[in-house]
């Protein structure tokens, strides 16, 4: 900072300093209103001015109280000059819905001008969430209580202790109680007395939460601890630690299967048209790109928090990008069989156009992709493994893609079909198969399931022009590390190249993973120059 | 024949194209010429695009109202297409065939130190609009973004004081920008007495997609008892995915905080903000900034794009400050001439956005005010902190003992960007 | 014979534009308006470097059927060896003014010159390094390769990962090479300063010299014994082997020399250019040198260097002119002219010049005189 503004800054410190302390004396003289009345002053206030203004709505347990903490946390509560008063405020595009607080009886619309926000920052929200917490521990929900209880323990506090004992002996739910003893526990450690330590370290053993463990280190930190409880700290650290390092090493391996699953994904499409038919598909992002718009447009008519939206993008992706597939094939690659290396600068073509065309259509910017409700968070296995549900689900959609594209290429005639003329076009086709059109619904398969891909894949990152470019490359890598032509390579190569992605990662950075794998596969090709599962026979000849 | 009129259609090939189209457009002298250097194509496209849009804005506005020294202005739109080498070949393209006036462009720190030889070799006049690494001052540049005490710092500050935070996480894009702001960053939370063991770094390549493995890890880094926070200097793209896994692992602006340098509303509008409510942004400028000046720029912009779901954000007002300054210094010289109008720029002022005034100093950098943001549920920012004045742009970094020593002041008698006070000497300069 | 005449034409044209650079430029360059602007000359001497690269790709991938999807990697690392020696050659006049590092490593704090980083004040070695940096690493990774009997799809998916991994490993900084900034600010060339214009005509006039001593040099070696082997090796590489050639030693002597040449174009681009930076690495980079030989016509030295400057060419064009849709023409052009020029632009000039002539196409791509 400029050394020059620092006269104004200590001018503006001691004003503000000022009017803080008056504030105070304003405040302790209205204390006792029955209705809140001082809307002005707490929409005015700095954001120090506005915890003095929460330490006293916190005492105070009415009704209204509550309510004014509570849309104050949702930042919904705004003071209306023109009545003097606080209400709740709705923002519906650049216009407010105001509403009374208590009656929730509508007031009409206003535009931002005419309202004062009353705004809250970080810590502000975290103090409102301690309050609003130690009020809903005697909710009768408990779903409601369990929050509660999570958000005390992110700031355990000694104060609130008689409560938590009140409340743990008349707790019925056993995990609530549970819960609400770790709590406890952590709540003691705050203690000055070595007992009441000793009680807290005891209540959270075996925790693994990563409360559990701030607050042991937290606790660790303090110089006037009696030596034999640091030691039991300590002992219980360690364990911690320990045992968070076992399950580090389950989640590393999750981590792994799901960016296994997203190679799958990208690459599935791949291993029919490039390993199956020879055909170099530089196009093959863009149909990714394809699917992933495909989503984003469907969420613009259904709406995108419910779970429909992406169940109903899935066979919509599949038939854009088939049919964009299937296009493809009749007007380009049709004339380009038995020149491979061909169907690379033309599908180089096509990808910049295609690039281009989602540019001109959509703009440059990434386009928002919502995740559904069922599929945002976590599903928490333990306090210190859980599973993201949007991971879980692309593992399991690449799960049934396989499944599905397996009974297709090993139990129908189609799939029969598609095998035969792999293996032989020439006998194939005098055997009575239609190769053109077999060749059209292979590509258009292969396609279509890249759009499926890009289905997924704009649940977990951007959805833009470039979304495809970025994925092509790998794709490519998978299907020949795997073997080309050989579907259960791909799957083998995606997962295994996943894995070790992940485990490489916390010990040399995600770089250096990176360049490890390929120089890998660099390597693993000199060794096995037909990839991991070579097809056999005549097949394999060039 | 075949073989002569082939011949023709190779010659013009290499003459007509290759050459850059020698057929020059002639010169007409009674237009202002914009240059318009932002990538519409490629990586950068997505971020570029919009400030190309600007310039066109803001062009068609001063038209309006008559244009310059009595002269239309017109602007000269280019595609980079996120390629380094080509920013400098468009650059020359510029101003020696097109000749413009002005070059409003660059985003990335490398494209601009690709086009830093040419525009001087040529003495042409570029607005740089992004906030960025410092330690450069060029004669033939105006920075109007923001240096590193611009955002960095006040927004460290804010986190200690009023958060509470005492154990860092810098992650960052491993380029240039991030690299000088984490260093600047550590060697300043090192004088305040923060450990080494509280520090952590971590980098990542561009467009990182797969964040699981780093944010487990800044989830444990923040489970030590202290009060923990992220400074992200992560790169426009890579942060989808990163913020989505904050989101789905569970890590709420309440237990540790992601105050980040280059998320911003465009970034903001390409995803779901909901688990992203209370993580911050430092910017110079937010949309939510309530002025009278923000309100008619916001309205015009809607209008400009015919679409009032488009947000603005810091490098646009960036531009539109620069665009402003280089218009009056225009009036003020009397001339294009860069010569003149470059004097001219110092000490202009011209209001910014935010309410307040942007003047324009002889280190070629603007003094802004800092803003410290809150993610809200819509995509907009909720300011929480302010600067109290505007700050002043500084080239060179006082937080580095390198850098320290050095000035940037292209006025009589240092004339320099490179000045080291103690040796006295100027150094690094092309011409 | 009229496809000799056609390149005779090419060949013949790039003397010329030497000629006229030479004598409009060097000779008389008082003459106003005859000689070219230094952004003309910039632009034609950047695309020369690519007709360079694309004739050492088309060495290999036409003469020798071996796609390389990573060419980029040699012309970058050539790039990198003259880069090396541009950033030694600012010595004290950096932004830190640190007389032996560079800017970027004073700023990483870094103590002393990376061992790799020695011998590249002197021109001679940065010169050597030019060729054996990439041929080198050409000659590494082909030995293993060839050996091995890595062929097809399966090479060229490999060689993508080469220039892939260098790529991510140069975007870091911890390589000491400048990370995503690379290497930039030049200031001058054996002493002569960059931004002149004379340093930038003899710049583009060596880029025609090496392009023409490229093309020439190929087409000696192609004419001889060794090239009848590559070209046998191209279209049955077991019946080759099984006439009792070591396949593999023919494979990797092209290989090496096509890196070499491409480590050549990419040292004659960056002072050119004025920067390298390891996204001339990315994998896309090289795909696009096999689109600029296809579309010249592979299995032509001559259409392979061509196609390089066509493409280029309308590159500029197109983003000047219509930055907004640009990559709709570019790719339009590589569609059609897949399906429509299946031998190249060269190619498909003989056909037409056959016809007229009223004889029936040729069939054969190489055409070897």
């Known amino acids: 900072m400029s050394r020059a503004s620092s006269p104004a800054l200590r001018t503006h410190i001691m004003v503000r300093v000022g009017s803080f302390i008056f504030s105070l004396f304003f405040l302790f003289q209205v204390a006792s209103a029955q209705t809140f009345v001082q809307g002005k002053a707490l929409a005015d206030a700095s954001l120090k001015e506005k915890a003095v203004w929460m330490e006293k709505l916190a005492s105070d347990d009415s009704e209204e109280a509550t309510r004014i903490l509570q849309y104050w946390l949702d930042g919904i509560l705004v003071y209306w000059p023109q009545e003097n008063r606080l209400v709740r405020g709705i923002k519906e595009g650049r216009r407010y819905q105001l509403q009374d607080l208590m009656t929730e009886e509508a007031l009409g619309a206003v535009s931002s001008r005419e309202i004062d926000r009353v705004k809250t920052n970080n810590s502000l929200r975290s103090a409102l969430k301690q309050v609003l917490g130690s009020r809903q521990l005697g909710s009768s929900d408990r779903n409601v209580r369990l929050s509660a209880i999570a958000e005390l323990k992110r700031r355990p506090d000694y104060k609130v202790l008689p409560l938590l004992k009140k409340r743990e002996a008349s707790e019925q739910d056993d995990q609530v109680a549970r819960q609400l003893s770790e709590l406890i526990g952590l709540v003691l450690l705050e203690s000055a007395e070595a007992n009441e330590q000793m009680e807290g370290l005891r209540r959270i053993s075996g925790g693994l939460s990563p409360e559990v463990k701030d607050s042991l280190s937290r606790f660790l930190l303090n110089p006037n601890l009696d030596p034999g409880v640091v030691e039991v700290a300590q002992r219980e650290l360690d364990a911690i630690t320990r045992s968070l390092m076992y399950w580090g090493i389950g989640q590393d391996l999750f981590f792994g299967l799901s960016l296994g699953s997203v190679l799958l994904l990208a690459a599935i499409g791949l291993a029919i048209t490039f390993g199956v038919m020879g055909v170099i598909n530089m196009a093959h992002g863009e149909f990714i790109m394809l699917g992933a718009y495909t989503t984003f447009v469907i969420q613009q008519w259904i709406p995108a928090t419910s779970m429909w939206s992406l169940l109903i993008s899935i066979p919509t992706a599949f038939v854009v990008s088939g049919t964009a597939g299937i296009i493809l094939e009749r007007l380009v690659i049709r004339h380009l069989y038995g020149r491979p290396l061909e169907t690379l600068l033309a599908t180089f073509g096509v990808s910049l156009i295609l690039q281009q065309l989602v540019r001109t259509v959509f703009g440059p910017l990434n386009q928002s992709v919502v995740t559904p409700d069922l599929l945002s968070g976590a599903l928490d296995i333990n306090a210190a493994f859980s599973v993201t549900y949007n991971r879980l689900f692309v593992i399991a959609f690449a799960l049934c893609v396989l499944v599905t594209l397996w009974g297709v290429m090993q139990r129908t005639p189609f799939g029969v079909r598609v095998r035969a003329v792999t293996m032989n076009r020439g006998m194939a086709s005098s055997m009575g198969v239609q190769t053109q059109r077999v060749d059209a619904l292979a590509f258009g398969l292969g396609s279509g399931i890249a759009g499926m891909g890009g289905v997924a894949l704009s649940q977990l990152t951007n959805v833009g022009p470039n979304l495809g470019q970025s994925y092509i490359v790998d794709s490519f890598m998978v299907v020949v590390f795997g073997g080309v032509g050989n579907l259960f390579g791909t799957v083998f190569a995606a997962l295994s190249l996943g894995v070790a992605n992940k485990m490489l990662e916390p010990l040399s950075g995600a770089v250096l993973a990176k360049i490890l794998i390929l120089v890998f596969i660099i390597l693993f090709i000199q060794k096995r120059p037909r990839g991991l599962f070579a097809l056999k026979g005549r097949a394999a000849e060039d | 024949m075949q073989t002569r009129s082939w011949k023709r259609t190779f010659k013009n090939t290499i003459f007509a194209s290759a050459v850059g189209l020698s057929v020059s457009l002639a010169h007409a002298a009674d237009t202002i010429k914009v240059g318009v250097l932002h990538s519409l194509s490629g990586t950068m496209a997505i971020s570029e695009t919009t400030l190309k849009d600007t310039v066109l804005m803001m062009v068609e506005q001063q038209n309006a109202k008559g244009g310059l020294l009595g002269k239309k202005l017109e602007a000269v739109v280019v595609d980079p297409a996120s390629n380094w080498p080509l920013f400098a070949e468009k650059t020359r393209e510029l101003l020696e065939k097109e000749k413009v006036d002005v070059i409003f462009g660059c985003w990335t720190s490398v494209s601009r130190k690709s086009v830093l030889p040419v525009i001087e070799e040529l003495n042409g006049l570029m607005f740089y609009p992004v906030q960025y690494e410092g330690e450069e001052s060029s004669k033939n540049v105006f920075y109007t973004g923001a240096a590193p005490n611009q955002q960095a710092i006040p927004a460290v500050n804010y986190l200690i004081d009023e958060l509470g935070v005492e154990r860092f996480v810098l992650a960052g894009t491993d380029y240039v920008y991030p690299r000088t702001t984490n ?249 | 014979m009229i496809g000799l005449r056609l390149r005779q034409l090419v060949f013949a044209s790039i003397i010329a534009l030497i000629a006229y650079v030479f004598l409009a430029n060097v000779m008389f360059p008082a003459s106003m308006g005859v000689a070219l602007d230094s952004y003309s000359l910039t632009i034609v001497g950047k695309y020369l470097c690519f007709a360079i690269l694309a004739v050492a790709l088309d060495l290999v991938w036409g003469y020798c059927g071996i796609l390389s999807l990573g060419h980029a990697a040699f012309f970058s690392l050539g790039g990198y060896a003259m880069g090396m020696y541009l950033m030694r050659q600012i010595g004290e006049r950096g932004t830190y003014g640190h007389p032996v590092l560079p800017d970027f490593m004073v700023f990483l704090n870094w103590e002393q010159l990376p061992w790799f980083w020695y011998g590249f004040d002197a021109f001679w070695f940065a010169g050597l390094m030019i060729f054996f940096a990439p041929g080198i690493l050409a000659f590494v990774f082909g030995w293993f390769a060839f050996r091995s009997r890595v062929s097809g799809v399966y090479l060229s998916i490999i ?49 025609g010299l090496a392009l023409l001593l490229s093309l020439f040099l190929c087409q000696k070696l192609l004419a001889t014994k060794f090239g009848r082997v590559l070209v046998a090796v191209r279209d049955s590489e077991s019946r080759t082997r099984f006439l009792g050639y070591r396949v593999e030693h023919f494979k990797l002597v092209a290989f090496v020399m096509s890196a070499m040449i491409a480590g050549l174009a990419g040292a004659l681009y960056v002072p050119q250019v004025g920067i390298i930076n390891p996204g001339e690495f990315s994998p896309l980079a090289s795909i696009e040198v096999v689109v600029w030989v296809a579309l010249g016509g592979r299995g032509s030295l001559y259409g392979a260097a061509l196609g390089a400057i066509v493409v280029n060419a309308a590159k500029t064009f197109f983003t000047g002119f219509y930055p907004e849709a640009w990559l709709f023409f570019l790719g339009a052009m590589f569609v059609i002219s897949t399906l429509y020029l299946p031998r190249g632009i060269l190619g498909a000039l003989e056909d037409l010049a056959q016809q007229v002539k009223g004889k029936a196409p040729k069939l054969s791509q190489e055409g070897l005189s």
């Not at chain 2, 880094?221 to 989808?240: E, L, Q, R």
């Not at chain 3, 080469?162 to 060339?189: I, P, Q, S, V, W």
Request: glycine content about 10%; some cysteine; charged content about 20%.
């Open chain 2, 183 to 431: 260093k600047i960053l550590e060697n300043y939370l090192k004088n305040l007495g923060i450990g080494e063991s509280d520090i952590m770094i971590n980098y990542t390549p561009f467009g990182h997609s797969d964040w699981q493995t780093i944010v487990s890890d800044i989830k444990a880094f923040g489970s030590a008892g202290k009060k923990t926070a992220v400074v992200s200097t992560i790169n426009g793209d890579a942060n989808v995915p990163f913020y989505k896994e904050l989101g789905n692992q569970g890590m709420s602006a309440e237990d540790i905080p992601v105050i980040a340098f280059s998320v911003g509303e465009e970034e903001l509008s390409g995803f779901d903000t909901g688990p992203l409510v209370g993580h911050l942004a430092a910017w110079n400028y937010f949309m939510s900034a309530e002025a009278e000046v923000n309100d008619e720029f916001i309205e015009a912009w809607h209008s400009f794009t015919g679409d009032t779901a488009r947000v603005t954000n810091d490098p646009m007002e960036a531009t539109y400050i620069g665009f402003e300054m280089w218009a009056k210094a225009v009036e003020k010289a009397g001339t294009t001439e860069v010569d003149k109008v470059r004097p001219a720029l110092y000490g202009t002022a011209v209001p910014n956005l935010t309410g307040g005034t942007a003047v324009m100093h002889t280190n070629h950098h603007l003094q802004k005010p800092v803003l410290i943001g809150e993610i809200l549920e819509d995509g907009q920012f909720e300011i929480v902190s302010a600067t109290p004045g505007e700050v002043i742009g500084d080239a060179w970094t006082d937080y580095l003992p390198d850098s320290a020593k050095i000035i940037a002041d292209w006025t009589a008698p240092v004339n320099c960007g490179n000045y080291n006070i103690e040796t006295q000497q100027c150094s690094g300069q092309n011409f």
């Open chain 3, 159 to 207: 060689t993508q990962a080469l220039t892939y991994a260098l790529m991510l490993a140069f975007f870091r900084n911890e390589m000491g090479f400048g990370g995503n900034n690379g290497l930039t600010d030049f200031k001058d060339l054996l002493g002569y300063p960059l931004t002149s214009d004379g340093v930038r005509v003899w710049l583009m006039l060596s880029s």
